[in-house]
């Protein structure tokens, strides 16, 4: 190639006018590779970004026209990769060698494997880089990997149902990049399993990771989801932890065996005392029972705004004691350094749910099911809040009980409501979003716990975790595809 050729492509380069990324610039240099072709035809041909051809080690291949008239796969070339340093080569093909440069100033260099710093190019190269995630769908290598549009591979598939890692927990959520406070990635930094306030060590029975729940609730995402229970994670026919029915045992009954503080920050954030469903008796108690909590420590990926996981929440307090002092607590506890709008919540709970033009929140929970929220829906229709202490109501919201089946919620029981009445009931698939800030360190606290007692059990199962470039409202709603 002539100098003068090398020195146009470098100040192309470097005014930001090369496509950075695998990105197909139309293959040959004659035909368009989706128009048919002349069978037997010979042609040079070239995936890399515009520009590269002929620039460092990069060249073109040949593809031929098939007895179909459709080209082949280009054979033969040479496309630009990350720039290796020290080896001599101009290794992503823009004209200078072994460059070690942070154009963008996002903290990663073009040795460090930064694809792409100019604005001209990314429109936003901050967020181009190998701490981001590859957002679906839009066509980038957004984590500089080589790849277009690739997700993080299956994480999920051969956990014991009993494992004691709590990375495991996190896996089973979909989260299956890990990373270190010293390296730049985003992922997983670390990940415990304690009680509600951070301490101590939670019943074995209270945890575990499952490939189903009954006969009708699946993964959404992966081959297994996170389960936490106030009571036995497991259902009907369930081992490692094995079944207990949820709510067949005598009143005193020391349960998991386990109590502890509420979350502080959450507890302080909202006056000492727990958050309640408008119109329902305040909670008692000043412990939580039977608690249980997954704790992760994460670093969001430098492109992402916000995420989502979701969770399917059942409870044996249903319909009985709905809209009563004893509901069980499900929180979903962000600490994130964002400050934008959508606000996320003063006490850092995602697991809430607030009525389009309304004040009032409902915290997930049995008493989705006061108010016909519309939240919980795995259920009976007809009386509930039929225990003492309790507030009467009824439920026309539910859309059947598939979901309850063969858990150990759908056991038949004549109850205090209904004579059709079920154990127990749930929300079905819900979808909880929270905003982030690209880079930070987050803390996501898991946590269900008992209120006042430790019968009645409850469970929450927690699966496919994903990131966002986009903000989101955050809170809890019902889930669709």
């Given at each position: 190639?002539?100098?003068?050729?090398?020195?146009?492509?470098?100040?192309?380069?470097?005014?930001?006018?090369?496509?950075?990324?695998?990105?197909?610039?139309?293959?040959?240099?004659?035909?368009?590779?989706?128009?048919?072709?002349?069978?037997?035809?010979?042609?040079?041909?070239?995936?890399?970004?515009?520009?590269?051809?002929?620039?460092?080690?990069?060249?073109?291949?040949?593809?031929?026209?098939?007895?179909?008239?459709?080209?082949?796969?280009?054979?033969?070339?040479?496309?630009?990769?990350?720039?290796?340093?020290?080896?001599?080569?101009?290794?992503?093909?823009?004209?200078?060698?072994?460059?070690?440069?942070?154009?963008?100033?996002?903290?990663?260099?073009?040795?460090?494997?930064?694809?792409?710093?100019?604005?001209?190019?990314?429109?936003?190269?901050?967020?181009?880089?190998?701490?981001?995630?590859?957002?679906?769908?839009?066509?980038?290598?957004?984590?500089?990997?080589?790849?277009?549009?690739?997700?993080?591979?299956?994480?999920?598939?051969?956990?014991?149902?009993?494992?004691?890692?709590?990375?495991?927990?996190?896996?089973?959520?979909?989260?299956?990049?890990?990373?270190?406070?010293?390296?730049?990635?985003?992922?997983?930094?670390?990940?415990?399993?304690t009680l509600a306030?951070?301490?101590?060590?939670?019943?074995?029975?209270?945890?575990?990771?499952?490939?189903?729940?009954?006969?009708?609730?699946?993964?959404?995402?992966?081959?297994?989801?996170?389960?936490?229970?106030?009571?036995?994670?497991?259902?009907?026919?369930?081992?490692?932890?094995?079944?207990?029915?949820?709510?067949?045992?005598?009143?005193?009954?020391?349960?998991?065996?386990?109590?502890?503080?509420?979350?502080?920050?959450?507890?302080?954030?909202?006056?000492?005392k727990l958050p309640?469903?408008?119109?329902?008796?305040?909670?008692?108690?000043?412990?939580?029972?039977?608690?249980?909590?997954?704790?992760?420590?994460?670093?969001?990926?430098?492109?992402?705004?916000?995420?989502?996981?979701?969770?399917?929440?059942?409870?044996?307090?249903?319909?009985?004691?709905?809209?009563?002092?004893?509901?069980?607590?499900?929180?979903?506890?962000?600490?994130?350094?964002?400050?934008?709008?959508?606000?996320?919540?003063?006490?850092?709970?995602?697991?809430?749910?607030?009525?389009?033009?309304?004040?009032?929140?409902?915290?997930?929970?049995?008493?989705?099911?006061?108010?016909?929220?519309?939240?919980?829906?795995?259920?009976?229709?007809?009386?509930?809040?039929?225990?003492?202490?309790?507030?009467?109501?009824?439920?026309?919201?539910?859309?059947?009980?598939?979901?309850?089946?063969?858990?150990?919620?759908?056991?038949?029981?004549?109850g205090e409501c209904?004579?059709?009445?079920?154990?127990?009931?749930?929300?079905?698939?819900?979808?909880?979003?929270?905003?982030?800030?690209?880079?930070?360190?987050?803390?996501?606290?898991?946590?269900?716990?008992?209120?006042?007692?430790?019968?009645?059990?409850?469970?929450?199962?927690?699966?496919?975790?994903?990131?966002?470039?986009?903000?989101?409202?955050?809170?809890?709603?019902?889930?669709?595809?």
């Amino acid at each position: 190639m002539a100098r003068t050729s090398v020195l146009v492509t470098r100040i192309i380069f470097m005014f930001g006018l090369v496509a950075c990324g695998p990105q197909r610039t139309g293959g040959g240099d004659d035909q368009n590779p989706d128009e048919p072709c002349n069978p037997g035809a010979v042609e040079d041909c070239y995936d890399g970004a515009a520009g590269t051809d002929g620039v460092g080690p990069c060249r073109k291949g040949t593809r031929m026209c098939t007895d179909q008239k459709i080209w082949t796969a280009c054979t033969g070339e040479v496309l630009p990769v990350a720039e290796a340093c020290a080896d001599g080569v101009d290794n992503d093909c823009n004209g200078m060698t072994d460059e070690d440069v942070d154009a963008d100033g996002d903290g990663f260099t073009t040795c460090g494997g930064d694809c792409c710093d100019s604005v001209n190019v990314c429109g936003t190269p901050g967020a181009v880089n190998p701490g981001a995630f590859d957002a679906p769908g839009n066509n980038f290598d957004d984590d500089c990997n080589g790849v277009l549009d690739d997700s993080v591979a299956l994480c999920d598939q051969g956990i014991q149902s009993n494992t004691a890692d709590a990375m495991d927990f996190a896996k089973a959520m979909d989260l299956c990049q890990t990373t270190t406070m010293a390296d730049k990635k985003w992922g997983v930094i670390s990940a415990k399993l304690t009680l509600a306030d951070g301490t101590g060590t939670p019943a074995t029975q209270s945890h575990a990771v499952r490939t189903k729940f009954g006969n009708a609730v699946a993964p959404h995402a992966g081959m297994a989801f996170a389960m936490l229970s106030t009571g036995n994670a497991a259902g009907k026919g369930d081992s490692n932890p094995s079944f207990r029915d949820f709510e067949n045992y005598d009143f005193g009954d020391p349960g998991n065996g386990t109590e502890s503080s509420f979350p502080t920050d959450f507890f302080q954030a909202n006056g000492n005392k727990l958050p309640n469903a408008p119109g329902c008796p305040a909670p008692s108690g000043n412990k939580a029972e039977d608690p249980v909590m997954l704790t992760l420590t994460i670093r969001v990926p430098t492109n992402a705004k916000s995420f989502k996981l979701e969770n399917n929440f059942f409870s044996s307090e249903f319909p009985e004691y709905t809209c009563s002092a004893f509901n069980d607590f499900f929180v979903v506890l962000l600490t994130s350094g964002f400050s934008g709008t959508p606000a996320n919540p003063a006490d850092k709970n995602l697991a809430f749910y607030a009525p389009a033009n309304s004040t009032q929140k409902f915290p997930v929970g049995v008493n989705l099911a006061s108010g016909n929220t519309g939240l919980f829906t795995q259920c009976i229709n007809g009386k509930i809040g039929c225990a003492p202490g309790s507030k009467a109501g009824t439920i026309s919201t539910c859309q059947g009980f598939d979901q309850l089946a063969n858990t150990g919620f759908d056991t038949a029981t004549s109850g205090e409501c209904d004579t059709n009445s079920k154990e127990g009931g749930g929300t079905g698939w819900l979808t909880t979003s929270g905003n982030v800030v690209g880079g930070e360190i987050i803390t996501l606290r898991i946590a269900i716990w008992d209120t006042s007692d430790h019968i009645l059990d409850s469970l929450a199962v927690i699966d496919n975790f994903q990131w966002s470039v986009d903000a989101t409202d955050p809170g809890t709603v019902i889930f669709r595809k």
